[in-house]
């Protein structure tokens, strides 16, 4: 039985990728520091199953990254710890950088110098892999016309989230060019799927809609993204970490560009089939909020490389995955009840209020 390290694995994509990978038979020591987005509840149907070990822990903290790969021997590292929503690094800068830059680079020199101590003629030495978890978002922003993000784009960071990603991949790279380290990045567009914390858009429109509270949207709406199926890419992730080339990076996008006025009332519409409402369309708590800081106005990505050399291509469309999400927090009201603590709901004030 293969064993991954994962960082990061209570988050949404995080857990997500766990499950995925106990159910394909691979044994998962879950490293996660259980900030406000992790939460175990994601993991509740592998609580009981022995291949799940978790460990509540920092990538920050070397001894312990140490201790855990002396222990369990992992044949691969997949990094998902992150700070990831860009109004919490706008209010907070530092937090990004102390999770997402100089915890990265602790992980990776704690992660490099266990394996160095391996015999480097031994199966798990000459086969271990590290991937990182990025974001198209280190790319910077596009216009209507241009070409999509790919492998070849240069970084141009907006906010202090996606500039504390674009350090952390330079970081990784310069791992493998300085050491020889042997990893894989990978940069996807936008998630979403069931499990999301409700801070990001689907999530947020659809519980406020729920409680009959304003949907906030940005600015006019028309700020663009790709929309990928949190399954689709954990899919992805896996694929690149069993048949990448090291070295490499790998761009993972949904193919679906909408912007997002157009998600808020597709989410609506479905809203409207599923559970309709005696005071009016969903649509019409519609609210335009003032746009936040450096609000990039489109990301895109192309897949080229990953579906040629690697034969992945994205499941779902977005309007059946979009179908499905809502319906997930539908189901589920006692996942959201839960995830929305007394925290969250003053960040929420905090950030909203005033707009």
């Not at 429109?205 to 009959?212: D, G, M, S």
Request: with cysteine; aromatic share 12%; net charge negative.
């Amino acid at each position: 039985m293969k064993t991954i390290l994962v960082t990061g694995g209570a988050g949404f994509i995080g857990s997500c990728y766990v499950l995925m990978a106990v159910k394909n038979g691979f044994r998962v020591i879950n490293l996660d520091k259980l900030t406000y987005s992790g939460n175990l509840e994601n993991l509740a149907e592998i609580q009981n199953d022995s291949r799940h070990i978790f460990v509540r822990g920092d990538i920050g903290n070397y001894e312990l990254v140490q201790h855990l790969c002396r222990e369990y021997l992992p044949d691969y590292v997949v990094n998902f710890a992150a700070e990831s929503h860009v109004d919490r690094s706008i209010l907070d800068p530092e937090a990004f950088v102390r999770t997402n830059v100089l915890g990265t680079c602790t992980l990776l020199r704690a992660v490099k110098e266990w394996r160095d101590g391996l015999d480097s003629a031994g199966e798990l030495y000459k086969n271990f892999r590290f991937l990182h978890v990025s974001t198209d978002e280190v790319f910077g922003a596009l216009q209507p016309g241009d070409p999509a993000f790919t492998e070849k784009t240069a970084f141009a960071p907006n906010s202090p989230y996606s500039a504390s990603k674009a350090s952390s991949d330079h970081f990784v790279r310069a791992y493998y060019e300085t050491y020889g380290f042997p990893c894989l990045i990978t940069n996807s567009s936008n998630n979403y799927g069931p499990r999301q914390f409700p801070e990001k858009l689907i999530p947020l429109v659809t519980l406020n809609a729920l409680k009959r509270k304003p949907l906030p949207v940005y600015g006019t709406g028309e700020n663009i993204r790709d929309w990928l199926h949190v399954e689709d890419h954990c899919e992805a992730i896996h694929t690149v970490l069993l048949k990448g080339s090291v070295g490499e990076t790998y761009c993972i996008g949904g193919s679906s560009e909408r912007t997002n006025i157009e998600v808020v009332r597709a989410i609506c519409a479905v809203l409207d089939e599923l559970r309709p409402h005696a005071d009016g369309k969903y649509e019409e708590l519609i609210t335009f909020v003032k746009d936040r800081l450096g609000h990039d106005f489109r990301y895109a990505i192309d897949c080229g490389k990953i579906k040629t050399q690697l034969g992945w291509e994205p499941k779902h469309t977005f309007e059946e995955g979009l179908a499905a999400t809502v319906k997930w927090y539908l189901d589920n009201e006692a996942w959201t009840q839960n995830v929305q603590s007394g925290e969250y709901r003053r960040w929420l004030e905090k950030n909203y209020t005033g707009r």
